[in-house]
């Protein structure tokens, strides 16, 4: 991924939007950000995958992939996400 976040961000970002920004990937360098608490990927449809290492982040508690055909999902956390009726 061309993205890369510089390593002054790893202990201050909490929120991360990156909605709508016709993403193909989930920068890796993302998953240094120790203080993440946040993150929005919605609607980057080019998003097929989700690093491993995003579990990682023991701060991150939200995590918006409304809208993405994710493939790597781990059946355990699909059961546990919220049901749309």
């Given at each position: ?14 929120v ?44 991150l ?14 059946q ?10």
């Amino acid at each position: 991924c061309p993205i890369e976040f510089p390593i002054v961000l790893r202990d201050s970002l909490e929120v991360l939007m990156l909605n709508d920004n016709q993403l193909e990937c989930v920068p890796q360098s993302l998953c240094r950000l120790h203080n993440l608490t946040e993150l929005y990927l919605s609607n980057n449809l080019g998003i097929r995958e989700l690093p491993a290492e995003l579990g990682q982040l023991s701060n991150l508690w939200q995590l918006d992939i409304e809208n993405l055909n994710i493939n790597n999902i781990p059946q355990a956390v699909r059961n546990e996400g919220t049901v749309l009726l």
